[in-house]
């Protein structure tokens, strides 16, 4: 269990230990999977915790279980190294999330500009096809740039990234996503796109536009977890 566990944290799968605490039996459970013979209310409850993304004790019928969540890291990738940028990357470090700033104009993807964010100067596509943007990662594309978020957009819609928000007016993402059609991408592939990006708050400047996508970020992961509670609601 122990080489599944660091094979899954490896893997950067969300996984959770449920071990029981009268008898130390345990159990591995995944979004999709579940390690044999776990019990049905428990695999549930991880699922729950899962979703979460919180560690707890449930009492269950067969006894109380801890639920211990191994969760990858939260990850940010702005495309962009803009003033939206230079309010959201700390905003959103100071959320949980492990920021990475891609843009090739040396002139704005600098530390001076950036300090303690994580900085690229490669091209988009490159940058986020060696980072990988998996189910706990967020890209955002801020350049206003076709050539540069494009570029971005095209290789995140072919992960499992939780988020993906382009800045720009409905007029310009009604071009971008006849763009993005025209490279082979589906109606339901498009429509992961938040565009304009953030929430529609009235924000202006470039620390309430940065507050507006962060908060439809958090809004964007936690859903899952509220659809049906009391907390939820229609998209």
Excluded at 153 to 160: D, F, G, Q, S
């Amino acid at each position: 269990m122990l080489e599944s566990l660091i094979a899954d944290r490896a893997a950067h799968r969300a996984v959770v230990l449920a071990t029981e605490l009268d008898t130390g039996r345990q159990w591995l459970v995944a979004a999709g999977t579940a390690s044999a013979g776990t019990p049905g209310d428990v695999a549930v409850a991880a699922r729950d915790a899962l979703a979460i993304d919180d560690s707890r004790a449930v009492d269950l019928a067969g006894g109380r279980v801890f639920l211990h969540v191994h969760s990858p890291p939260l990850r940010m990738i702005v495309i962009g190294a803009v003033h939206i940028t230079q309010a959201l990357a700390p905003m959103a470090t100071l959320a949980g999330y492990q920021v990475t700033v891609v843009d090739p104009r040396g002139a704005f993807a600098t530390s001076e500009r950036f300090p303690g964010i994580t900085v690229s100067d490669d091209w988009p596509d490159d940058a986020l096809e060696a980072l990988a943007p998996d189910s706990r990662t967020a890209v955002v594309t801020l350049t206003h740039d076709p050539k540069l978020d494009d570029a971005a957009l095209a290789v995140a819609l072919r992960t499992e990234a939780f988020y993906i928000g382009s800045l720009g007016s409905a007029k310009n993402h009604r071009a971008r996503t006849e763009r993005i059609a025209r490279l082979g991408f589906d109606e339901a592939a498009i429509a992961r796109i938040h565009g304009p990006v953030g929430l529609a708050i009235g924000a202006r400047s470039p620390a309430e536009i940065a507050i507006a996508i962060l908060a439809q970020v958090i809004e964007a992961r936690r859903r899952p977890a509220r659809a049906g509670g009391a907390e939820g609601r229609a998209a």
